[in-house]
């Protein structure tokens, strides 16, 4: 069974940066797809930005030119580098991991994929 462990996370002022990582604990799939969901309290979790295996990536419209991901050379990793933070970005983020052309089900299917445990991301005003 993979394990996936998120790091990372902490407390930031708005308009600072915070950058995750997530580290599988065995080697990926080829073509497995990784990325990052949230979910703050009283709300369902969203999906937040992915890589896919071919290194396309894809990001939520409340993130895009704000949040950049990245995969390691050794392609178990991925990163999120958050840049100009708000106070609505506070949530426990989640790092997820499933084949390419599923990782878009994963938000109503989440066991057909790998989840680590999170990382809280809290912004203060």
């Known amino acids: 069974q993979m394990q996936l462990v998120e790091s990372g996370g902490g407390l930031v002022e708005a308009g600072g940066s915070l950058r995750l990582s997530c580290v599988a604990s065995?080697?990926?799939?080829?073509?497995?797809?990784m990325g990052w969901f949230r979910q703050a309290p009283g709300k369902e979790r969203e999906e937040v930005a992915y890589?896919?295996?071919?290194?396309?990536?894809t990001y939520a419209e409340s993130v895009k030119g704000r949040f950049t991901i990245s995969r390691g050379s050794a392609k178990n990793t991925v990163f999120l580098q958050m840049d100009s933070l708000k106070p609505e970005d506070t949530a426990m983020y989640y790092c997820?991991?499933?084949?390419?052309?599923?990782?878009?089900?994963?938000?109503?299917?989440?066991?057909?994929?790998?989840w680590g445990q999170g990382t809280q991301v809290t912004v203060s005003a």
């Open positions: 997820a991991a499933a084949h390419d052309y599923a990782f878009y089900l994963l938000r109503e299917q989440p066991e057909i994929g790998f």
């Open positions: 065995k080697s990926i799939y080829s073509t497995y797809c």
């Open positions: 890589i896919k295996s071919d290194g396309d990536p």
